[in-house]
């Protein structure tokens, strides 16, 4: 499940023009305070993912701020993903298991991430970061991660290990549905060219990666 | 030259046999706060020239991000500011050049003079042989392309009203040589603020201690003015409280729960009983047009919060209020609807980072705001005529009260000539009431009034001082004479008691009940009216008569507002009277 935490229902009509998305559960946090706090977000059923507005303002007790409910959030349902959303905010920030993010951003992207949401039940932080762009910063994640990797590798005799051990990154970072064969064909090309007597030099796989990027861009 | 490399942790491995590697955070929220001032300073000492080769995206998780660009903007800028033409900046990235083009929001970047992009998938080896030769960068020719990179204002300024408010209030204490208190955004630390920075040289036209300009605002002390706006907490209210109570001895009261409402209309019905408890004495209220989220997508003008609550404030509350519009819309429909359809009295722009640029301006916008402050403060006795004309209409017949709510339109007006055409008729008014009046006197049961009014014209005190002895009921008007003794401009009516020695003046009756007479002994008679209010009567009378009518006098007419409100107080008073 999805929550939403906003205290400013204008807004949430205002930026939401079709209404709240299907999926989503608005949770009211009037009643909290610092007593009551781990009990009322122990009760929260099955939680996927939590969207807060961060300058929430709890009537009930004036110096709860929404950094205490996140860290009560991260104790009790520790594998929760937080998007926490803010007016004040310039651009995003994201990590694993949360994500920082303007207002306006968040609720324009939301419905996409819900759309993504009920279709595969996966919670993809990054969608509600880059919106549709995504899928880009999710290759150009692995672009620069397997860059990095290449380039850092300066024994020529270890050269097919690192390409083995790409391979596995491959696996491992490329885990986007829609980039399924794409990944394939990367994977497939990598262990055809260890299987040659001379694998593919360095540029030649970085310009592979490139290439796969462009290719996902335009399919 | 110096060659640094700026890479994230996660790359120094690729450039540690490099020349100089600073390492940039390898977070997002670390990249935002990467000081470049420090990596500036420790290149200015070379003679050579300087090239800095930066790493797009030091950030994997956030690889759209491009920070990397965004610090090699910022060093851009400080080269050009500094007037430092030998360097080379050197955007590398796994990324092909296409696609660095595509994703990445400052590509234009790349188009600037001394700037390169290196693909790092070829042989980073080359990068120092790419590097070799750095060509001393045209100043012009950087500002010309730096326009092309299209650097919008930071988006938790979620509007261009935002960041006008937060750019008005620092430019006008730049201007004052305040400290900019409570601007929440930081500015001036934005890429934004710094790419203007280097385009315009806002900093550095501040710096200059000339621009300083006068902080009182003469003519509003011990005036109320309301402020409205939402971003009153954003250093506005600072600045209008120094400016308005401290230095000029006004009072600022602001409406403060922008907050606590959530809906527009919750919001409207807040301030609208916050105008009803604060605006009966205000002089003057300075509404911003845009007061809820919901304006900035609203397409009808009307229907904006500043609109609603001006309409309220003049057609509920009282047509006569003083409301300058202070905002940062420059749409001339909003302008219209604000002055000429709800009849707002002024309308005041705040300056906008992108058209008000020259350091004049500043000053010049701020002139036009306080020129319309004032004029509203000045106008701000218009609220007590329309509430007088309203509490009076109810004993009234329509004709009357027609004539009293014209004069109220009329005074609305803001031009000079009517103001005169309209002090001249409140002068007929009262002049025909009187007259008309002076017959009916007897009615009440006076009936020596009118033999008080008859008489001769005595300049001898011994024949008035006779006329007294033997006549009781004589009541002698008195007129100043002008320095030279003329009587054409005798224009000054006293009234002396009777037992009072008189010795020093020259009193004289009129032998038959002038005009003057009329209205003098009416308003003061009849009516109770005070001296002062009978004598500025008789002056405007004497004036019309001998400047308008007859192009007499020394000067031209002139009106204050004072005498608007007198006159218009003598017609309620005069109209009301049973």
Redesign the interface.
């Known amino acids: 499940m999805i929550y939403l935490v906003e205290?400013?229902?204008?807004?949430l009509s205002?930026l939401l023009k079709s209404g709240v998305p299907s999926g989503i559960e608005m949770l009211d946090m009037s009643e909290m305070n610092k007593e009551n706090i781990n009990d009322i977000i122990s009760k929260i059923d099955n939680p996927t993912a939590i969207l807060l507005h961060s300058s929430y303002?709890f009537p009930s007790d004036k110096s709860l701020t929404m950094k205490d409910v996140e860290g009560a959030l991260k104790t009790i349902h520790p594998n929760i993903k937080i998007a926490l959303f803010s007016?004040?905010?310039?651009?995003?920030?994201?990590?694993?298991r949360f994500v920082n993010i303007?207002?306006?951003?968040m609720y324009n992207r939301l419905p996409l991430f819900m759309d993504r949401y009920r279709e595969t039940g996966e919670c993809k932080l990054e969608i509600l970061?880059?919106g549709i762009?995504y899928i880009?910063?999710h290759l150009?994640?692995f672009?620069?991660?397997?860059?990095?990797m290449l380039?850092?590798s300066q024994d020529r005799e270890d050269w097919k290990k690192t390409l083995q051990k790409l391979i596995l990154r491959v696996d491992a970072q490329i885990t986007l549905e829609e980039l399924h064969s794409e990944k394939q064909q990367l994977k497939d090309w990598l262990q055809d060219g260890l299987k040659k007597g001379e694998p593919p030099s360095k540029?030649i796989v970085?310009?592979q990666?490139?290439r796969l990027?462009?290719k996902s861009?335009v399919s | 030259m110096i060659l640094k490399y700026l890479f994230s942790s996660?790359?120094e491995?690729?450039f540690s046999r490099e020349s100089v590697v600073e390492r940039l955070p390898s977070?997002?929220?670390n990249l935002?706060k990467f000081d470049v001032s420090k990596v500036f300073e420790d290149l200015k000492s070379g003679e050579d020239g300087y090239v800095l080769v930066i790493e797009t995206?030091p950030d994997?998780?956030?690889?759209?991000?491009y920070d990397g660009v965004v610090i090699g903007l910022k060093l851009y800028f400080q080269f050009i500011q500094n007037g430092i033409y030998n360097f080379k900046i050197v955007l590398a990235?796994?990324?092909?050049k296409a696609?660095f083009f595509?994703?990445c929001e400052y590509s234009n970047f790349l188009k600037c003079p001394g700037v390169e992009y290196f693909n790092?998938?070829?042989?980073?080896e080359d990068l120092g042989a790419q590097v070799s030769s750095v060509k001393l960068v045209n100043h012009n020719h950087a500002l010309t392309r730096l326009k092309h990179v299209h650097i919008d204002h930071?988006?938790?300024y979620?509007s261009h009203h935002a960041i006008t408010n937060e750019w008005c209030v620092f430019r006008w204490n730049n201007m004052f040589g305040w400290k900019s208190e409570n601007v929440?955004?930081n500015l001036n630390q934005?890429l934004y603020f710094q790419y203007l920075d280097t385009l315009h040289h806002i900093r550095e036209k501040f710096k200059k201690k000339k621009h300083k300009k006068p902080t009182t605002i003469n003519g509003i002390e011990n005036k109320k003015i309301v402020f409205i706006d939402d971003e009153y907490n954003k250093g506005w209210y600072q600045l209008f409280k120094k400016l308005f109570e401290v230095n000029s001895g006004a009072t600022l009261v602001p409406f403060r729960d922008f907050?606590k409402c959530?809906?527009?209309q919750e919001l409207i019905s807040a301030i609208q009983k916050f105008v009803d408890r604060e605006g009966e004495d205000t002089d003057c209220f300075i509404i911003d047009l845009r007061l809820?989220?919901?304006d900035y997508?609203e397409k009808d003008n009307t229907k904006l919060t500043g609109q609603i609550i001006s309409k309220y404030i003049k057609d509920e509350k009282n047509r006569g209020n003083q409301i300058m519009m202070f905002t940062a819309s420059n749409k001339v429909w909003n302008l219209t609807e604000a002055l000429f359809k709800t009849g707002i009295s002024a309308y005041a722009l705040k300056e906008s980072p992108e058209l008000n640029l020259n350091r004049e301006e500043s000053y010049l916008l701020y002139c036009e705001f306080v020129k319309s402050l004032r004029e509203c403060i000045r106008r701000s006795y218009l609220k007590d005529i329309i509430r007088k004309t309203e509490e009076v209409s109810e004993g009234l017949d329509s004709l009357q009260v027609n004539n009293l709510k014209a004069i109220g339109d009329l005074l609305l007006i803001h031009d000079s000539l009517t103001l005169d055409v309209v002090a001249l008729t409140m002068l007929i008014i009262i002049e025909n009431h009187c007259k008309n009046h002076f017959e009916n006197i007897g009615i009440r049961g006076d009936t020596i009034l009118r033999k008080k009014l008859t008489g001769m014209n005595y300049e001898d005190i011994k024949v008035i001082q006779k006329c007294e002895a033997n006549r009781q009921d004589v009541t002698i008007f008195g007129f100043e004479l002008s320095k030279n003794g003329s009587h054409s401009n005798v224009t000054d009516v006293k009234f002396y008691d009777k037992y009072k020695r008189r010795e020093e003046i020259k009193p004289f009756v009129i032998p038959q009940p002038s005009d003057i007479t009329l209205i003098t002994s009416v308003l003061k008679y009849y009516h109770n009216l005070p001296e002062h209010i009978c004598r500025k009567v008789v002056k405007l009378k004497y004036k019309r008569n001998t400047i308008i009518a007859h192009q007499g006098g020394d000067s031209e007419i002139s009106l204050k507002d004072d005498i608007l409100v007198l006159f218009h107080d003598v017609i309620c008073k005069i109209l009301s009277s049973k």
């Open positions: 205290d400013r229902k204008d807004r205002r303002t007016g004040g905010l310039d651009n995003a920030i994201i990590t694993e303007n207002s306006a951003d970061t880059y762009s880009v910063n150009k994640q672009q620069i991660s397997a860059g990095r380039m850092n540029d970085l310009n990666i490139q990027i462009n861009q | 996660d790359s491995a690729i977070t997002k929220e935002d995206s994997i998780q956030n690889a759209l991000s990235g796994f990324e092909d696609s595509e994703y790092l998938n070829g042989n980073h930071p988006s938790h979620d929440q955004g934005t907050d959530t809906t527009k809820h989220d919901e997508a």
